[in-house]
Nanobody, 123 residues
Framework: VQLQASGGGLVQAGDSLRLSCAAS????????VGWFRQAPGKERMFVSG????????YYASSVKGRFSISKDSAKNTVFLRMNNLKPEDTAVYLC?????????????????WGQGTLVTVSS
């Protein structure tokens, strides 16, 4: 599975962005797809993920209520809608996928990674 991330950019605080993670093929039912982010000088952090089979989701506490993850099964694509962006959301966002489910993806990372897309939020 190859993942292609897109949608980053430079925005102002309070603005919105939608990131996309397109998979080269349909993810298996056990797959979880999600987003990590890494800010300069900080460790990589799991932001949000979704189970391909049943759409179960997970959000980090820092983004809950502002970010929304969804999937388009027909397009093999996962979206991350980011609202009310804050300067502390500035980071490289990476999409990842793993066949071992959402908890594995969240805690251990994924077997499959896309390239990063940079999100910069100015104050």
């Amino acid at each position: 599975v190859q993942l292609q991330a897109s949608g980053g950019g430079l925005v102002q605080a309070g603005d919105s962005l939608r990131l996309s993670c397109a998979a080269s093929e349909r993810a298996g039912n056990s797959f979880a797809v999600g987003w990590f982010r890494q800010a300069p000088g900080k460790e990589r952090m799991f932001v949000s993920g979704i189970m391909w089979l049943n759409g179960a989701t997970y959000y980090a506490s820092s983004v809950k209520g502002r970010f929304s993850i969804s999937k388009d099964s027909a397009k093999n694509t996962v979206f991350l809608r980011m609202n009310n962006l804050k300067p502390e959301d500035t980071a490289v966002y990476l999409c990842a996928a793993d066949p071992r489910g959402l908890n594995w993806l969240r805690l251990r990372g994924g077997d499959y990674w896309g390239q990063g897309t940079l999100v910069t939020v100015s104050s």
